[in-house]
């Protein structure tokens, strides 16, 4: 069975910052490309960052471009997602997938946890 379990997730104040982590089990981690998602309430889900296989590579929007970094460590299947400075606007559930290349497609999801900047 195939589990990706976000965690990491809470309150923070605007400026602040925040690291996610999402373990997987139950795939070949290293075989996978791995992103970030998020989703806010009546809007569609949104991608944050991803990263290649190797870690060799990552691709992220410029909404984010400087403040947050994607990062993986395939000897422990996990994925992590650095936020800095973080925006009321980067308040939203964060999901991790995982997904297969060539054509990209994400197969796998996370269950999300929650990231709420405010004062």
């Known amino acids: 069975q195939v589990q990706l379990v976000e965690s990491g997730g809470g309150l923070v104040q605007p400026g602040g910052s925040l690291t996610l982590s999402c373990a997987a089990s139950?795939?070949?981690?290293?075989?996978?490309?791995m992103g970030w998602f998020r989703q806010t309430p009546g809007k569609e889900r949104e991608f944050v960052l991803g990263?290649?296989?190797?870690?060799?590579?990552?691709y992220y929007p410029d909404i984010v471009k400087g403040r947050f970094t994607i990062s993986r460590d395939n000897a422990k299947s996990t994925v992590y997602l650095q936020m800095e400075g973080l925006k009321s606007a980067d308040t939203a559930v964060y999901f991790c997938?995982?997904?297969?290349?060539?054509?990209?497609?994400?197969?796998?999801w996370g269950q999300g946890t929650q990231v709420t900047v405010s004062s």
């Open positions: 139950g795939i070949t981690f290293s075989q996978y490309a």
């Open positions: 990263i290649s296989k190797s870690g060799s590579a990552t």
């Open positions: 997938a995982a997904g297969t290349t060539d054509p990209l497609s994400w197969v796998y």
